[in-house]
Antibody, heavy 119, light 109 residues
């Protein structure tokens, strides 16, 4: 059973860069699936940030594309998120996820990590 | 960009009752691309339904999905105490690839 675990600083200063890593266990990041980041601001709904394939190919949400970089480290079986120029609006629980085996949905999720943007 | 609108915003029901949640797309979509998730506070979203009507692994059969075109429905046959949560529909399209509805909260009446 694939398991995902997010890690990274829980507090980021405004105008700084948010950096998170998602460690994958119970399966290989080279499994032929896409790996995503999704976030949920407090009291709000889910927002997809972007995804990456083990080859390094990426797709991003156009609303965040100018500030987002997602990368993959196949040797460590993990992938990462960087979000630059953060503001309080970027405060959210950030989840990493894997597409479902059937495709077109997200079947495996990490537990999420809260990132607060504050000075 | 296709917008998903979920209704109602909140559904107040008692355990044992039937819950019917709606998700409407701003234009016709492929049923293959529609999914439903359950979200509880402090927990990750849980995939319930994919392809509009197929239950994900381990999902009880009281959960069912239906619909086509622009209108999709998640039905919970008889509400169990653990079913009180927020439910999101999701669409897989291009740019952004995954779009979510704003959610329907199912609360205990």
């Amino acid at each position: 059973q694939v398991q995902l675990q997010e890690s990274g600083p829980g507090l980021v200063k405004p105008s700084g860069t948010l950096s998170l890593t998602c460690a994958v266990s119970g399966g290989s990041i080279n499994s032929g699936n896409w790996w995503s980041w999704v976030r949920q601001p407090p009291g709000k709904g889910l927002e997809w940030i972007g995804e990456i394939y083990h080859s390094g190919r990426t797709n991003y949400n156009p609303s965040l594309k100018s500030r987002v970089t997602i990368s993959v480290d196949n040797s460590k079986n993990q992938f990462s998120l960087k979000l630059s120029s953060v503001t309080a609006a970027d405060t959210a629980v950030y989840y990493c996820a894997r597409e479902a085996s059937s495709g077109y949905s997200l079947g495996y999720w990490g537990q999420g990590t809260l990132v607060t943007v504050s000075s | 960009e296709i917008v998903l609108t979920q209704s109602p915003g909140t559904l107040s029901l008692s355990p044992g009752e039937r819950a019917t949640l709606s998700c409407r797309a701003s234009q016709s979509v492929n049923s293959r691309d529609v999914a439903w998730y359950q979200k509880k506070p402090g927990q990750a979203p849980r995939l319930l339904i994919y392809g509009a009507s197929s239950r994900a692994t381990g999902i009880p059969d009281r959960f069912s999905g239906s619909g086509s075109g622009t209108d999709f429905t998640l039905t919970i046959g008889r509400l169990e105490p653990e079913d009180f949560a927020v439910y999101y529909c999701q669409l897989y399209v291009r740019s952004p690839l995954y779009t979510f509805g704003q959610g329907t909260k199912v609360e205990i009446k």
